[in-house]
């Protein structure tokens, strides 16, 4: 039985996928041991409509089979989790930590401009009052509004900054849930293991 491990985060994005073999001999046992040797037996034959009469009580049992395969790997995609749970957790650290120094650096550059922006029309505004010649207010006045400009910029850009590292903290937190789907069955063979002819009759 070939199944797939799949594991989501709380955005349901596929976190990870591990494909997983389980091989159970004809009582229903698992032989883990025996999956390493499937690949390297030799004349290896694909015939599925061809069910040695041998093996046809075991076609019949191919449900119950499933359902000790499907329990096997629900077990594994249980043990994974965890250790996909842990490297998830290790990534989203350090994107949290790539986000505060970029919101930081970001925002303190804005937090200035807005400071000295300010400061400028505070300026710009002491000499409008004192200001007689009507040419060179008009020049002030129109440098007044550029910079009050300025300032709804740079405050609308603080503002979408927070908003934008908002988002960024509620994604990674929905990255930090790490849920393993139910295992999906891919394929499954009956294996019948025969003897070398050399070593037929020993």
């Known amino acids: 039985f070939n199944f797939l491990l799949r ?18 001999d004809e009582t229903g046992q698992a032989l883990p041991e025996a999956i390493g040797a499937i690949p390297k037996l030799q004349n ?6 061809n069910i040695p009469p041998e093996m046809r009580g075991l076609s019949a049992r191919l449900e119950e089979f499933y359902e000790r395969a499907l329990k096997l790997a629900r ?3 249980s043990e994974l989790e965890n250790q996909v749970q842990e490297e998830r957790l290790r990534l989203v650290r350090l994107m949290r930590d790539d986000l505060e120094r970029y919101s930081v650096i ?9 400071a000295e922006t300010r400061e400028r029309i505070n300026e710009i505004q002491e000499q409008l009052d004192s200001l007689t010649d009507e040419e060179e207010r ?13 300032l709804q910029q ?25 849920v393993d ?22």
Not at 44 to 49: C, F
Not at 155 to 175: D, F, P
């Open 7 to 24: 594991f989501t985060d709380g955005s349901n994005k596929t976190v990870q996928e591990e494909f997983h073999p389980i091989f159970l």
């Open 44 to 49: 290896l034959s694909l015939e599925p409509s």
């Open 138 to 150: 008009r020049r002030r006045e129109g440098t007044l509004r550029l910079r009050q400009y300025d």
């Open 75 to 77: 077990k594994a995609a």
């Open 154 to 178: 740079a405050e609308r850009e603080l503002a979408e900054l927070q908003q934008r590292v908002k988002r960024r903290q509620e994604e990674l937190g929905n990255m930090e849930i790490v």
């Open 106 to 114: 970001k925002e303190t550059r804005l937090r200035e401009r807005l």
């Open 181 to 202: 789907e139910e295992p999906k069955l891919l394929n499954l063979a009956l294996v019948k293991f025969v003897a070398p002819k050399n070593e037929e009759g020993r």
